[in-house]
């Protein structure tokens, strides 16, 4: 979680005012996702399933829509858990389709029901985490071109922490679901810099569809060849 000072810094680094969406309204963004990581995750992480983890790491929630200014975003994937999964959710569909190799949830299911069914998948749990705090915010290929060199300001580490935390002896399976536009090969080595002392292994989309298409592509192609 980023503090207000951190917060504003990352704004800063890529050029944003931080008044734009301010730290109150990303702090409804997070608290959902610590939400889902200590409801969802932490029950689901265990010393059976533990040993390889997978992690989808997406960009940040999408800026609102025209005419809308409430946040949390509609799309946000945890967002109203407790709702039946829909099409507004098409990050979530396209995440589970690629772990279930096209398979899509069943009609009417309930997205918190869908996370748990990541989760403890039995090729091992699935966690999704946004890489950046800029929820809410459009992001330009600029702004995004900024953020390449500013990584050690905007990536979410006390996220990642609590992710590489579950298990002192798991594999990390990291595979990215971001816009071609995020300098994929500097992400990776600033995480492999960042965490020398852990088994990281990342998977780079095989075809740069864009955040909400990449991540089907991407997890696909590594399902059917049981390396993800």
């Keep these: 979680m980023f503090s207000i000072t951190d917060y504003n810094t990352a704004l800063n680094a890529i050029g944003l005012n931080p008044t734009l969406v301010g730290h109150p309204n990303y702090l409804k963004y997070e608290k959902l996702w610590q939400r889902y990581f200590k409801t969802i995750v932490l029950p689901n992480?265990?010393?059976?399933?533990?040993?390889?983890?997978?992690?989808?790491?997406?960009?940040?929630?999408?800026?609102?829509?025209?005419?809308?200014?409430?946040?949390?975003?509609?799309?946000?994937?945890?967002?109203?858990?407790?709702?039946?999964?829909?099409?507004?959710?098409?990050?979530?569909?396209?995440?589970?389709?690629?772990?279930?190799?096209?398979?899509?949830?069943?009609?009417?299911?309930?997205?918190q029901d869908v996370l748990i069914e990541l989760v403890t998948d039995p090729k091992g749990p699935?966690?999704?985490?946004?890489?950046?705090p800029f929820h809410g915010i459009k992001l330009t290929t600029t702004k995004r071109c900024k953020i390449?060199?500013?990584?050690?300001?905007?990536i979410a580490v006390n996220n990642l922490h609590?992710?590489?935390?579950?298990?002192?002896?798991?594999?990390?399976?990291?595979?990215?679901?971001?816009?071609?536009?995020?300098?994929?090969?500097?992400?990776?080595?600033?995480?492999?810099?960042?965490?020398?002392t852990k088994s990281l292994t990342f998977f780079r989309p095989t075809v740069n569809g864009g955040q909400g298409r990449s991540p089907y592509h991407n997890l696909l192609c590594n399902h059917v060849n049981a390396r993800f």
């Design 162 to 196: 609590l992710i590489l935390e579950l298990c002192e002896s798991a594999t990390f399976n990291f595979a990215f679901a971001t816009p071609p536009t995020i300098d994929l090969v500097k992400v990776e080595c600033f995480m492999r810099n960042l965490y020398a």
């Design 148 to 154: 390449n060199l500013h990584l050690s300001s905007v």
């Design 126 to 132: 699935v966690i999704i985490l946004d890489l950046f």
């Design 45 to 111: 992480i265990t010393s059976e399933n533990c040993s390889k983890i997978r992690v989808v790491l997406c960009e940040s929630c999408p800026a609102l829509p025209s005419g809308t200014t409430a946040h949390p975003h509609p799309k946000y994937i945890f967002n109203n858990l407790h709702l039946p999964i829909s099409s507004t959710d098409v990050y979530l569909f396209q995440i589970y389709k690629g772990i279930k190799c096209g398979g899509v949830p069943p009609k009417g299911s309930i997205k």
